[in-house]
């Protein structure tokens, strides 16, 4: 039996998106630049994550911090269902600020937990996210609430600080150019290093390869071009696609839901 379509929801009064997604799909090592809070509601699950390899069950809460690398995939070849909440880092900074805990750096999420308060924060504001009678006050206050537990864990820097220098230039070429002739040589030779010596380092530092990094930015900066007008064949050139079913195939695979789909959710 076919998994039920993706459901996406944002509602223009608040920052806050809800993904939910019910099936058996693995997804490689990518990251967000946003917060992702959520629970697991069937199956299970093992991932990658800034603090190694971590098994989530139905019922626990998992999370991600902005620019944490991750994946996912079921445990024991069981489909999975589960509600994530994303929302940008400026709100958990403005809370962070507002509680004078904005100089510890960065809020760090484990990537599983079992607060049972925090359980029940995640569902009040996700219920008040479905149900479209909800005063927008309600929700505030939901949201106030989720944040407010967030707040509770451990702050510090970032799990993915940026890298050596040379490694750093690497990552700003890799961002600014979508060129599909780029060579590892040539990368290797920003940095004095030999192909294999920038591989073996780059992945330690950011948790995949180079061809990964770039395919992943390219299509993070797809994401955020869906909120805009353009079509869907001209974002995919402009990301550096070879056409409109390149970039369709690889965001599905990254995100569990077509393009197509999200742009229905954010307009």
């Known amino acids: 039996m076919p998994s039920p379509p993706a459901a996406i929801l944002r509602h223009p009064d608040t920052a806050f998106e809800l993904i939910s997604l019910h099936g058996a799909q693995r997804f490689p090592r990518h990251s967000h630049d946003q917060y992702g809070v959520g ?40 489909t999975r269902r589960w509600h994530m909440l994303y929302f940008p880092a400026r709100l958990l900074e403005a809370a962070a600020d507002a509680a004078n805990l904005s100089p510890f750096g960065q809020t760090l999420l484990p990537p599983v937990s079992q607060d049972r308060r925090l359980t029940a924060a995640i569902q009040q504001l996700t219920a008040r996210l479905l149900d479209s009678a909800t005063p927008v006050l309600a929700r505030d206050e939901a949201a106030a609430e989720l944040l407010s ?103 599905k695979r990254q995100y569990g839901f077509p393009p197509g789909r999200y742009r229905q959710a954010a307009t």
């Open 39 to 78: 629970l697991l509601c069937e199956g299970a699950q093992r991932s990658f994550s800034g603090r190694g390899m971590v098994d989530a069950l139905a019922g626990d809460i998992i999370m991600v911090n902005p620019g944490e690398m991750h994946d996912g995939q079921p445990l024991h070849c069981q």
């Open 149 to 251: 537990r967030l707040l509770r864990f451990p702050h510090g820097q970032p799990l993915i600080a940026s890298g050596h220098a040379n490694l750093e230039q690497v990552r700003q070429m890799l961002c600014d150019c979508h060129d599909a002739s780029l060579r590892l040589a040539t990368l290797a030779a920003q940095c004095d290093l030999s192909p294999y010596q920038l591989l073996r380092q780059f992945r330690r530092q950011y948790g995949i390869t180079p061809h990964a990094y770039a395919a992943q930015h390219r299509l993070q900066l797809a994401h955020r071009l869906l909120h805009s007008a353009a079509p869907l064949a001209d974002i995919a050139l402009q990301c550096g696609f070879a056409d409109q079913s390149h970039l369709t195939r690889a965001f």
